[in-house]
């Protein structure tokens, strides 16, 4: 049921809040099936604490992955633990993270994403394993200073452009604006402080206001691409939680931009010929607040995180099929530019998909990191998915093999072949999870429907319009054919 009863207290927080700060409009978000967050807009004297025990009705239909008109009818149930004070509107403005619910019987909607996560955090205490589960997403972005994109039946292009891109080192002024000629070269831009790194004034903003609506940040950088391209690093929290804060991070990070003249993009790979961004993924499992990955073993790991790391490798093809969910992300993941095509795991190598971290002997620091990802993954499904592929391999004591600890570089081809590889496609990744996803049933974590809804929008959306249309690059190889 989605509409349980909230704390009497919480919710006496937010109504002090819209009190106390003369808030005049109240924000109601949710999240499409895709992972982006929705939104509208209710007047103060129009709220009221009732809304959290029954709701607030909107039309369904034009979500996307929602679309059922016959069923359009769709309630809203505010979760008074989201609420934040937006610092980006005019009029002060209250937010709410909701939860999604049918009308008629108020059951939670099977479709929506955050419902999925609540799931995978209740199914984990169910199995006795563990009860907690705690994520932290490293998510890469490029924070440009112009872009344009259009298409069309006879023409097609992106234009993107930064002032600390590479290729304007030789750029004349306009005006008697003069070039500095300080800017991080191809695959150079990890880290060198300022002048280099122009970003550090915008980054800060970014961290500061995510704290001020409370999400912790640890560390913020340049990244190694030119152009802009940034990581600002979270505290590691709670499955739903961090999925949340993950949302509200990107909402953080677009607006603060915006507010500099500028703009984010979380394409994972915008610029040719040089690294892409990719969302690196720490995960531990804890219980009785003990944690459960620190052992004897290899890396200082227990024998549950080596199972752990055995059901990520294992079904690692399916669940790239969301955390790495689009025809974009396969450009990332590619050899060459430190990306994590290797399925396999290490402790310290960068080009396998699972790696050890080793920067602490801490227990409570011993995590896996899976570095497939990229940040255009709908965190409550992809951190979910992760979850049950890790229980799978707990459940069913999948042994991952041995550690690729080489240079993959000194690898002769036939060593290379025997490593198993992300997929190459988004095509392919779906295959995978079409052949693939009843370790993610179980506890009714996911559904059925929701996993074909999932390809078909992906498939028919995403693969098919890409596949149709004429590439740019076409014309530069086969025009004068």
């Known amino acids: ?27 109601l978000k949710f999240t499409d099936l895709i992972g982006q967050w929705q939104h509208f807009s209710v007047t103060a004297t129009e709220f009221s604490g009732e809304i959290f025990e029954n709701g607030i009705g909107f039309d369904g239909s034009s979500i996307r ?4 008109i016959h069923e359009s009818d769709m309630l809203l149930f505010p979760d008074p633990g989201s609420v934040f004070l937006d610092p980006f509107t005019a009029v002060p403005t209250l937010s709410l993270t ?18 999925v996560a609540k799931k995978a955090e209740a199914y984990l205490k169910t199995t006795g394993l563990a009860d907690t589960v705690y994520f932290g997403p490293e998510p890469e972005f490029f924070i440009l200073d112009n872009v344009r994109f259009d298409q069309s ?15 304007n080192s030789g750029l004349e002024g306009n005006n008697g604006a003069k070039n500095s000629g300080h800017r991080p070269r191809f695959k150079e831009g990890y880290f060198p402080v300022s002048p280099i790194d122009s970003l550090q004034d915008i980054r800060t903003d970014m961290a500061l206001t995510m704290e001020s609506v409370g999400i912790i940040v640890e560390v913020h950088h340049h990244e190694v691409a030119t152009a802009g391209q940034t990581e600002i690093d979270m505290r590691r929290d709670t499955l ?9 991070f990107k909402y953080v990070t677009k607006n603060v931009a ?12 915008p610029i040719f010929a040089d690294n892409g961004s990719g969302m690196h993924v720490h995960q531990s499992l804890w219980k009785g607040g003990k944690p459960l990955f620190a052992g004897n073993g290899y890396a200082g790991l227990s024998e549950m995180a080596m199972y752990y790391i055995g059901g990520l490798l294992k079904h ?22 430190e990306a994590p095509v290797n399925l396999a795991y290490s402790q310290r190598n960068r080009s396998a998909s699972v790696r050890i971290p080793m920067y602490s002997t801490n227990p409570k620091s011993k995590r896996i990191e899976f570095r497939c990802p990229d940040p255009m993954c709908n965190p409550y499904l992809g951190f979910s998915a992760l979850m049950m592929a890790g229980l799978d391999g707990i459940i069913n004591k999948i042994d991952p093999g041995k550690p690729l600890d080489k240079n993959i570089y000194d690898m002769s081809p ?15 990744a779906l295959k995978a999870l079409e052949n693939d996803h009843e370790f993610l049933l179980r506890g009714d974590v996911f559904s059925d429907d929701l996993i074909q809804e999932w390809i078909e929008y992906k498939t028919t959306k995403e693969v098919q319009p890409m596949q149709l249309r004429p590439h740019p690059y076409e014309f530069m190889m086969y025009y004068d054919a």
């Open 258 to 269: 915006k507010k500099h003249g500028k703009t984010v993009t979380f394409m994972p790979k």
């Open 153 to 167: 039946h006879n023409f097609g292009y992106y234009f993107l452009d930064s002032d600390e891109g590479s290729w």
């Open 65 to 68: 992955g929602f679309q059922k």
């Open 240 to 248: 739903t939680k961090m999925a949340d804060n993950y949302l509200l």
């Open 316 to 337: 690692a093809p399916a669940l790239c099929a969301f955390t790495n969910p689009t025809t974009n992300s396969y450009k990332r993941l590619v050899p060459g530019f």
């Open 1 to 27: 049921m989605a509409a349980k009863t909230k704390s009497s207290s919480d919710i006496d927080k937010v109504l002090k809040l819209i009190k106390d700060h003369g808030v005049r409009i109240i924000d």
């Open 414 to 428: 036939e060593q290379l072949r025997e490593v198993p590889s992300a997929p190459g496609s988004l095509a392919e």
């Open 98 to 115: 909701c939860d999604i619910a049918d009308p008629i019987t108020h059951e939670s909607y099977s479709r929506d994403p955050r419902h």
